[in-house]
């Protein structure tokens, strides 16, 4: 950010501190989920909303945007206040993004100014004072360039970011929300798996390939190496994104695997790629961030193995399964990601702007943690990758270290309610506020 003089900054502080007029309207908040949703992000909009409840005294309502953020740039926003305080606190329990999620970059001010005035018109027309963007590092990007933009256009938005991604590639925070369930889910789902083919490999399948979600950090794909423990040994083989891919090496290992243990089981991170940076499974096609478009790196190993070393093997993609497995959720990541929620209002109402709260580990046995804060120019487009003393020297599995990181992090269980065998998820209304600009904006 631009250096300011000492007169725009006092400017800005009396501006960002005036006190509410007598009769004057508390302002209204924007909360948006974006990017690939997660097993608890609604536990973040329930820690928001529910938090933000008890303060109407200095939030008026908080409406959600439809979609993310692209709901606030068509002036499309959910009335959260029409849904009752047993819906809000259901979302609690329930997955993926009650209001609806989005993948949509803003660019900068500079190559498109158009949307940041419009999200500006949406914000004055709704007296709407704070934002709270729930996402990855892209959406921390995008509430950094709102921030900047209350600044320079003179209309004080409190900008906070709620951080969330089950790829666990935010800096700063020492996890994010949504990562424990989900490596909670691979780490089950491996052990299960590995059940399965150990019993059918004396006649039958020799290798179960798991393809997981991680483009550039390898975070999911070392959750798969908790499945094998001290009292429950499973023969795994690890393949991160932070390891340059070797045919040969990787082919080798399988095979003394098989021959050792009889089978083995395979856990291979969507960004796994080769010495000249091509992913394994890379299709040729972006994304709406432009990042490439991946899937596929399962059948790409079970392919090899099949091929070079004869071993009948069956593969599977997590997909969105991993993310939305709220029925085996972490409890430790839903009382987080509630925690970051709540955290995200307290830090606006004391006057804390372009920021995102984070989780500081205090220890790990027993483990602890509090809420802490990070500026969002220190987050925004950086990547946490896996630290090299999380991976074995092979390159293969992971360490201890990563194993007491990663532990505290799936413990405890916080099922939903369940009727007839079925786990009771709720669905707001998502009651429509009604329009109040006659220009209609094309994204």
Known sequence: MPKKTKSKKTKKKKIATRARKPGEAPKNAFYAQSGGVTAVINASACGLIETARKHKNRIGKVYAGRNGIIGALTEDLIDTSKESA???????????????????????????????????????????????????????????????????????????HVPKTVDNDLPITDNCPGFGSVAK??????????????????????????EVMGRHAGWIAAAGGLASTDDTPIPIVILFPEVEFDQKKFLAKIDAMVRKHGYCSVVVSEGVHYADGKFLAESGLKDAFGHSQLGGAASV??????????????????????????????????????????????????????VMPTIDRISNKPFKWKVGMAPLNKVANVEKMMPDNFISKDGFGITKRCRNYMEPLIKGEDYPPYKNGMPQYVRPKNIAVKKKLDSRFKL
């Not at 660019?107 to 996402?135: M, P, T």
């Not at 070393?309 to 969105?320: R, T």
């Not at 399964?321 to 307290?346: C, N």
């Open 86 to 160: 047993a819906t809000i606190r259901g979302l609690r329990h329930t997955p993926s993004g009650a209001f609806g999620s989005c993948r949509y970059k803003l660019k900068s001010l500079e190559q498109n100014r158009r949307e940041y005035e419009r999200l500006i018109e949406v914000f004055k027309a709704h007296n709407i004072g704070y934002f709270f963007y729930n996402g990855g590092g892209d959406s921390a990007d995008t509430c950094l360039k709102i921030s900047q933009l209350s600044e320079t256009m003179g209309y004080p938005i409190k900008a906070i």
């Open 185 to 210: 889910y691979i780490a089950i789902s491996t052990r299960e798996a590995s059940f399965d083919v150990a019993s059918m490999a004396k006649t039958s399948t020799k290798v179960f390939v798991i």
């Open 301 to 354: 190993i079970a392919g090899m193995i099949q091929s070079e070393l004869g071993l009948k093997n069956h593969w599977a993609v997590a997909d969105y399964l991993q993310r939305s497995a709220r029925h085996i959720a972490s409890k430790t990541d839903v009382d987080m990601a509630y925690a970051m929620g709540k955290a995200a209002v307290q830090f606006a109402l004391k006057g804390h702007n372009s």
